[in-house]
């Protein structure tokens, strides 16, 4: 039974061995598997088929570049006697390129190889980098896929240094110096090929200059704020000493001053505000507790006040705004915080609206693009709510990290054509473009002034944007022009 089962093993080896390129006598070598390929690095397999210990001086594989093995790298892993399976990592090789491997041994100085196998490196490829805008001298993270140990970086002609390099698809660099090119193609080097993306790397823009407020001792809060073409206007609310402010202001910016002007009716405080002429609701007084109601609404018309017809439901603290040339109300702090009415100019009646998914105020910023309305919540989610299908979804988050009560509420934002600006939070110097095309966030220059304040207002004009702040502990408000592209 033993010889049986003896000659089946014979045959077996007999069959194996006839697909072998090289035999000596009592052994074979087999190139086996192609066990693992990236793009610089190969692990292979062969082995040796022997009865018995057999001392060889060397074994291992050579890899080549073409078929007849001209100038190989040659990987040697030494001495063995015995026979079975033995893999070999053989680095340094160039990316997408079709390599030869085979298995060899050294026996008696006689060099004998196995069969030939094929594989191919993998291309590099470069994915992506965060972020997109950075300032010189900080971190951005490139990712992709078979990077090699040789690999460069460069944002335009400027070698960046390497911070980190993770398992050849992650790269943390430091951005190279600002050299006059705000955007500036990056490049990754490795192996001889060169990558690039679609798009480029920014460098962080804007400029800061503060110019004259000349709005003397007040320091408002609470108020409200509109822009009429080249016409900025605030006012109403209160002074920061709870004192009544019922007074607008008026900045021409070719003219260069704030012109001051009674307003010849109630206070309002807390209001409602478009942004564009229309505003009503709030209070009228400056008491902590009980607050007064104020229920009058109005319009400027560039010339007068003209009263409109009081909202069916009280609001403070509200988000107002335009769409579609129509006034809308919502949320707020007094009764239903999600609840929307709109006003028509034309038909002078108010319509109320679906609510809100959320309740909203304006410790929120908010805005509206293309006739959507988009605010932060106090999770950073920014949401899109369409106002005449009631449906809302999150598009995007807010970059800038909150912290709970200290930096969460009391941002502002702008919009510009397709681009909005947002930022300025309370005890906060962050300031970001989002693209509403692409939901691209951009980071700009760091305000540098007193962040201890509260944003009274904001307009843009030319491209530029101009801010009013209150701030805590100073004696007048400031008032700030920031150009978006500035250096």
Not at 15 to 32: A, M, Q
Not at 350 to 359: H, K, T, V, Y
Not at 435 to 455: E, I, Q, S, Y
Request: hydrophobic share 40%.
């Amino acid at each position: 039974m033993k010889k049986i089962y003896l000659h089946i093993i014979l045959a077996l080896n007999l069959l194996v061995f006839s697909c072998e390129e090289e035999r000596s006598g009592s052994f074979n070598i087999l190139t086996e598997e192609i066990v693992n390929v990236s793009g610089e690095r190969v692990i292979v397999m062969g082995r040796i088929i022997a009865f018995q210990n057999i001392p060889m001086q060397d074994h291992g594989f050579y890899i080549s570049n073409n078929e007849s093995f001209n100038q190989p790298i040659i990987h040697s892993m030494g001495q063995t006697d015995r026979p079975g399976r033995f893999a070999g990592e053989i680095s340094g090789l160039n990316l997408g390129v079709t390599y030869f491997a085979k298995a060899f041994v050294v026996r008696d100085g006689e060099i004998l190889f196995g069969n030939t196998l094929t594989f191919e490196t993998l291309g590099a490829v470069l994915d992506d980098f965060q972020p997109r805008t950075q300032f010189q001298g900080e971190i951005v993270t490139i990712t992709g896929r078979n990077f090699a140990d040789d690999v460069e970086v460069f944002f335009g002609d400027q070698k960046a240094e390497i911070v980190q390099f993770e398992f050849g698809f992650r790269l943390r660099v430091r951005v190279p110096p600002f050299n006059n090119e705000v955007q500036v193609p990056i490049k990754v080097i490795t192996r001889g090929s060169e990558l690039s993306l679609d798009f480029p790397f920014n460098y962080v823009t804007g400029k800061y200059t503060l110019l004259e407020s000349n709005l003397g001792e007040f320091r408002l809060v609470d108020n409200i704020f509109f822009q009429q073409e080249d016409r900025f206007f605030i006012g109403l609310g209160m002074n920061i000493n709870r004192t009544e402010s019922n007074f607008l202001w008026e900045y021409i910016p070719s003219e260069g001053l704030w012109k001051k002007e009674a307003f010849p009716f109630s206070p309002h405080r807390r209001s409602a505000n478009s942004r564009t002429g229309f505003f009503g609701g709030g209070f009228q007084d400056v008491n902590l507790s009980p607050k007064i109601y104020n229920d009058n609404y109005w319009y400027f018309d560039g010339n007068n006040f003209m009263g409109i017809p009081s909202s069916p439901f009280e609001f403070a603290s509200s988000f107002g705004f335009m769409a579609q040339g129509q006034f809308y109300i919502a949320g707020g702090t007094l009764g239903v915080g999600s609840v929307v009415y709109r006003y028509n100019p034309e038909t002078m009646q108010w319509q109320i609206r679906p609510n809100l998914p959320f309740n909203v105020d304006t410790r929120m910023v908010y805005f509206v693009h293309d006739d959507k309305l988009y605010w932060i919540d106090l999770d950073k989610v920014l949401r899109e709510y369409d106002l005449f299908t009631a449906q809302t979804r999150i598009i995007s988050e807010y970059p800038s990290p909150f912290i709970d009560d200290f930096s969460d509420t009391g941002g502002t934002s702008i919009v510009i054509g397709d681009k909005v600006y947002i930022g300025l939070y309370n005890n906060a110097k962050e300031f970001w473009e989002l693209d509403m095309r692409d939901l691209v966030w951009t980071r700009k220059t760091m305000f540098p002034g007193n962040t201890r304040a509260t944003n009274a207002g904001i307009f843009q004009k030319g491209g530029k944007i101009y801010f009013l702040r209150t701030p805590e502990f100073e004696s007048n408000m400031q008032f700030w022009e920031f150009d978006p592209d500035g250096l």
